[in-house]
């Protein structure tokens, strides 16, 4: 299975960024930009959020959620929390991808998606696999 120049370009950008405790950030010229232009994020479907709880979301908290999601499945190693911040106050989320493993031909790897919101915090948990063109697909 041949990376997708974007996951390629993404991974080498990232090189020498460097990360502390159990947090990581990355500026978003290194992620995918959420609009429908975007062929890798359009392929995640919307992610693994509930959709009741995603629908209250705004678009571009939405937006944000979903990139967080995308960087957690890029991190190589499993255990970092990729942090998202909303537009609006009390609008924020963590995401952590489990360990890569494999399924048939397809690298797949759990996530942990918390949303807060209006002092709530409501978590969902979901799969994704790389699918044939390196897209990450989120299952079921």
Not at 20 to 47: C, H, I, K, M, R
Not at 50 to 60: E, G, M, N, Y
Not at 74 to 103: C, P, R
Not at 117 to 129: D, F, K, L, W
Request: charged content about 15%.
């Amino acid at each position: 299975m041949k990376p997708v120049p974007f996951v390629f370009a993404s991974l080498v950008a990232l090189s020498g960024c460097a990360a502390s405790g159990q947090q990581t950030s990355a500026p978003n010229a290194f992620w995918p930009q959420s609009n429908a232009e975007n062929a890798a994020l359009a392929a995640f479907q919307g992610g693994i959020i509930d959709p009741q709880i995603s629908a209250t979301l705004s678009r571009a908290d939405r937006a944000r959620a979903l990139e967080a999601e995308y960087r957690a499945l890029e991190m190589d190693s499993a255990g970092k929390v990729i942090t998202w911040q909303g537009k609006k106050d009390g609008v924020g989320g963590e995401v952590y991808a489990g360990q890569s493993y494999i399924v048939g031909s397809q690298h797949c790897r759990q996530l942990r998606h918390t949303v807060n919101q209006a002092g709530a915090s409501t978590a969902s948990r979901g799969t994704a696999c790389r699918d044939e063109n390196g897209n990450w697909t989120p299952l079921g």
